[in-house]
């Protein structure tokens, strides 16, 4: 659905995008996550021609973004819808009013527009506030009013920037779940920018990681999360820990292993001592997952190769010195 190629950007002489490639694929939710100032947005603004690229390729739907003429643009941006940190909505406006907004612009009906309007405040539960003014409304409450705005046209994509960043815990919660649903229920393709963490494990299926204009990573969340990536360990900023002597070895624990018992049995089984150097558990969406590092010595690193082989369990050996 969107395909980005090797984009270099530039402001003056600073490049701010470096040869950036992520591919999403229609219907799936898709997180870019990093810092602040990692390029997240920047990459998002080049999706929806918000922003220039000076070099390389940005694809949505078939449609090369930088090649669109000003016509082409208006009609493309129909099927980008986009919600911000701050809601952007109109003060002065009523709810109905800034949902409308859109299709006011694109000359619809007053039918047509008290129609999807009011289908929409349904959607995101807010029917009976079609009347207020967003300052009578909590800041869950008006992001559900921009969801609602971005979705007026019929957009093919849903593009987030940091739309929960404003946010308590339980209202980013209720958000995503919101988002979650209409990604189900329309089909709409969802690119989630976020610097949270907790955002990223609620919702994306595939992520990317970036940093100072690069991406780092891409992959399946619970695949990267379940390996503890480099990328992962770089964003999260905890180094790797291994123990400088000896083999380490990763071992990957999927939700219905129980990591106790294997160490316990190997131990037992071969003979042997293992130090237990790094645990982690991730709650991730309704599972927890487990990664765990290991140091055996180097002699005994076959015996438990062999181990956990024979009982399908994923291994990763990692360098000394990472
Ligand atoms: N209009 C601009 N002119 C010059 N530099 C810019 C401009 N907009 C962004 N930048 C720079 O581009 C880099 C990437 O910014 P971007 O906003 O994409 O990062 P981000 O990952 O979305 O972070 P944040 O969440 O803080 O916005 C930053 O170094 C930023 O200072």
Redesign the pocket.
Known sequence: MISINNVNKY??E?Q?LKDVSIDIREGEIFGII??????????LRCMNGLEPYQEGSVKVDGKEVKELNEKEMREFRKNLGMIFQHFSLLERKTVFDNVALPMECFGYSKEEIKTRVEELLDLVGLKDRKNDKPRNLSGGQKQRVAIARALTLNPKVLLCD?ATSALDPNTTKSILSLIEDINKKMGITVVV?T?QMEVIKQICERIAI?EN?EVLEIGETEEIFLKNTKGLRKLIGEESIVLPEGTNIKILFPKDISNDAIITTMARELDIDVSIVFGKLEKFRDDVLGSLIINVTDESGDAVRKFLDSKDIRWEEMSNVN
């Not at 990093?34 to 990459?43: V, W, Y």
């Open positions: 402001y003056g600073k701010v990093g810092h602040s100032g990692a390029g997240k947005s920047t990459i940091e920018v610097h970036m204009g």
